[in-house]
């Protein structure tokens, strides 16, 4: 299990799994990046996708690269704060996100 399911099971909110994506819903976006600040984890990317008709579509708009934050004072926060940043610009109701956490 990875880090995401990992953390979306203690939180309780649903990923769908497709391939090696572990997708989370938009909705759901807040309380993943709470778990993994609380847990310290880092956002070191991110990828956002649109399901239609069982079909993952990426969207080639919504990708993030936060593995410079490694190197920053508190690579934690700020990847997370950039994280949420991100999603809310690019992200709408009905796409899901696929992020790559690591541990501090």
């Known amino acids: 299990m990875g880090l995401v399911a990992e953390l979306a099971k203690v939180i309780n909110i649903q990923v769908i799994t497709k391939g090696s994506l572990d997708l989370v819903a938009m909705k759901d976006v807040n309380a993943l990046l709470d778990e993994a600040m609380s847990r310290r984890l880092l956002v070191v990317g991110i990828e956002g996708f649109h399901i239609r008709d069982e079909q993952v579509m ?7 690269d936060f593995s410079a934050n490694i190197h920053s004072d508190n690579p934690v926060n700020a990847s997370i704060h950039q994280s949420l940043r991100f999603v809310r610009e690019v992200g709408d109701a009905e796409m899901y996100f696929d992020f790559v956490f690591m541990r501090e």
């Open 58 to 64: 990426p969207d080639m708009n919504a990708i993030a």
